[in-house]
């Protein structure tokens, strides 16, 4: 296996042009970089993207262009009319069982409902809002196909002091937002809040599952809490080119850190060669590890 860091060459006059192009189209990203792998009829490799500033020693010649990590089994090809400049080294991760690492992953994380995927983060959201509603008995007050900004709305309208309790309990319980309480000013914030804290553990559960498949467990503190962080939600419009007219689809993006354990050797590097999660073509599943200092 290697490991490689692509960059955009310096000195292509449309430098910008085309890191603006693929930041849109994530489709393209996925066909140019394939382009490393000439003789390569399927995909046989995995990728992430970053923004080389954030990634390397700031100088006159790292701009805001997009830097990519790739893991592959086959050797890239850097050709002379290539777009890219080409570092690679070999990739043959040293692993025991019960070994810490810190991770990076850019993942789309989805959960089956009714033999249906939904977002992970957008079903939580849903899930947490209609529960409230059914909580302080307001259903009567919704129309038949309410919107996420409606349940909102209709909550802070007429929830009043009952969902002023509710969200203070559920912010109250988790140690990673309790202390946020004496800051939050109004009802509208601690709404979005308590939001969070099922995105968090929504995210959390998923992440938790994928270790039980790929070979690791998640760390956590001597309080219990999980050394998991997430940000960076963004949705993705896939572009016409490879769906139905008319069709809206597309995928969402979360990048998760943290710290997990080796449970399973086999498995686990069968993760870091493979990745995990869907949405591989388009910069997901690449799992970074680190050792912890």
Not at 76 to 96: A, G, I, M, R
Not at 125 to 153: C, I, M
Not at 219 to 232: A, E
Request: aromatic share 10%.
């Amino acid at each position: 296996m290697y490991f490689s860091r692509v960059r955009i060459k310096q000195g292509i006059n449309e430098l910008s042009i085309l890191a603006d192009m693929f930041r849109q189209d994530q489709y393209a990203v996925h066909r140019i970089l394939w382009r490393l792998f000439p003789e390569q009829d399927e995909r046989t490799f995995l990728y992430r993207e970053e923004i080389a500033r954030e990634q390397l020693a700031v100088s006159a010649t790292v701009r805001g262009e997009p830097i990519y990590y790739v893991v592959s089994q086959f050797k890239p090809v850097e050709n002379d009319d290539s777009l890219f400049k080409v570092e690679t080294k070999p990739y043959q991760p040293q692993l025991e069982v019960g070994q810490r690492l810190i991770f990076e992953c850019r993942v789309n994380p989805v959960v089956d409902r009714q033999g249906k995927k939904h977002d992970v983060v957008m079903d939580a959201q849903w899930r947490f809002l209609s529960d409230l509603v059914e909580t302080l008995h307001l259903q009567a007050l919704l129309s038949s196909k309410p919107n996420k900004g409606e349940y909102k709305k209709l909550l802070l309208s007429n929830g009043g002091e009952p969902l002023n309790q509710y969200l203070t309990q559920v912010l109250a319980n988790d140690p990673s937002y309790a202390e946020r309480l004496s800051q939050i000013a109004n009802l509208a914030d601690k709404l979005e809040w308590a939001t969070k804290v099922q995105i968090d553990k929504a995210l959390e559960n998923w992440w938790c599952r994928q270790g039980e498949r790929c070979g690791f467990d998640l760390v956590h503190d001597q309080n219990g809490s999980s050394k998991l962080q997430n940000s960076g939600y963004y949705w993705h419009a896939l572009p016409q080119k490879v769906k139905k007219k008319g069709d809206k689809s597309g995928f969402s993006t979360v990048d998760l850190t943290g710290e997990l354990q080796i449970t399973d050797i086999d498995k686990f590097q069968h993760t870091l060669f493979n990745g995990l999660g869907r949405a591989k073509a388009f910069g997901c599943g690449l799992v970074m590890v680190k050792k912890v200092n």
